[in-house]
Structure formats: C-alpha cells, structure tokens
C-alpha cells in the first residue's frame, strides 16, 4: 500500500534561514508526491507535485521539493524562510492509478522565528 | 471562482443528534472528497466520489456515518446520531478528472459533539 512519512512533528527555523520539512514515501510504481499546507483554521493548499521529469519540483510562495528515488524521498525546502510561511505542511502520495484519491502524511508543524 | 464552499462553518450539538454538513464543489470539478481532520488521527478520507458516484467509501467510520452527492454541485455528509468522538474538523475538496491530485480544499466545518 501506498504510504508516506513525515518524521517531524515540528520544525523551527529562524526567518531568513533555509528550511527542509522531511517526507519519505513507500510506493508501488511510479510515486506521485505532493505537499500541502495549512494556516490556521482554514483548508489545505496545494504547493507542488512531482510527477515526473526533474528531481527538483518548484511550486507556489518560492517553495521547492527534491525528489529522491534512492532515499525514496521527497523534502520540502525553501531557500529563506519567512515568518508567514508557519503553517502546518503535508506530504501526500497518490494512492492508486488514475485516481486523485490521495493518502496524506501526519504533517509537520514549521515555525518560523522572527 | 468562489472556491469549494462548505457549511456550517462550525456546529455545535448535543450527543444523539444528526448533524448535516454540505459542501459545493468547484464547477466542473469531477471529483469530490469528504476528510476529516483530528489531533490524534490526522487527516482521513473519509469518502469520494466521482461523477456523483461514490467510489470509495472505505474510510466512512461506521454506519452512522453516510454520504451523498444528489448532483454535481452539491454534496452532504450526515452524523446520525452523532457522538463525542465525533468532534473534528471535517473538510471537502474537489478536483478536475486529471488525475493529478491537485485538490481543491474547503475552509472545513469544525463540528463540536458535547
């Protein structure tokens, strides 16, 4: 079964500092991975997906993933962090073929200090 | 586009009662995803559908729990009776047929059960 994992509850970084939130998948097949993010008390956003191509997937407010098939991997960063960006971010696989049923990680909270 | 829209945005009932949440999808979307989100369980996918159509309804807790999609611009999730455990913010998201996984999230309904 499809499944991904995300090993940190929180994350805390300094504003201006570089940020990775960790996600590692188990998949059948080609893995196709996304990440999430939540602001307080409103509905998941989307950031990016990877589905196929280059390792480096660049999505919305100057976040990025890299993909890894070795490490099966797939790690949210972003070069410099901003106070707005504390939110709480999920990584999710797809669960099956042709499906946009997702399977969504436990999510990890980043904090990000002035 | 207004968006996913849902209500209410927060109830408030007493144990045994029903409880209606109803969602409008994205026009045009094909998909539609009711989840539910606690502390302790994360998010779950409780149940989607695809052209009206229930596809998978596995993660619908137990029978008190059911789901309909009348047309494609309208969908509700019925509490019945409704139970304590019950409390958790539930979410419905809809997509394009892409298969993509890119959802479209509500803002949820944050439901209390005293």
């Known amino acids: ?114 | 586009d207004a968006g996913v829209i849902q209500s209410p945005r927060h109830e408030v009932t007493e144990m045994g009662q029903e409880v209606t949440l109803r969602c409008k999808p994205i026009s045009g979307h094909d998909y539609l995803f009711w989840y539910r989100q606690t502390m302790m369980r994360g998010l779950e996918l409780l149940i989607y559908f695809n052209n009206n159509v229930p596809i998978d309804d596995s993660g619908m807790p137990e029978d008190r729990f059911s789901a309909k999609m009348p047309n494609a611009s309208f969908s509700t999730l019925k509490i019945q009776p409704s139970e304590p455990r019950d409390s958790a913010v539930y979410f419905c998201a809809s997509s394009f047929p892409t298969g993509t996984g890119e959802l479209f999230f509500g803002e949820g309904s944050r439901l209390t059960v005293l």
């Open chain 1, 1 to 114: 079964a499809q499944s991904v994992a995300q090993p940190e509850d929180q994350v805390n970084v300094a504003e201006g500092n570089p940020l990775t939130v960790k996600c590692t998948y188990s998949v059948s097949g080609n893995p196709y991975l996304f990440w999430y993010v939540q602001y307080p008390n409103r509905g998941l956003q989307f950031l990016l997906k990877y589905i196929t191509g280059d390792n480096l997937v660049k999505g919305s407010y100057g976040f990025e993933a890299e993909f890894n098939k070795s490490q099966t991997s797939f790690h949210l960063k972003k070069p410099s962090a901003l106070v707005s960006d504390s939110a709480l971010y999920f990584c999710a696989v797809r669960a099956a073929y042709n499906t946009d049923k997702l399977i969504f990680g436990t999510g990890t909270r980043l904090q990000v200090f002035p």
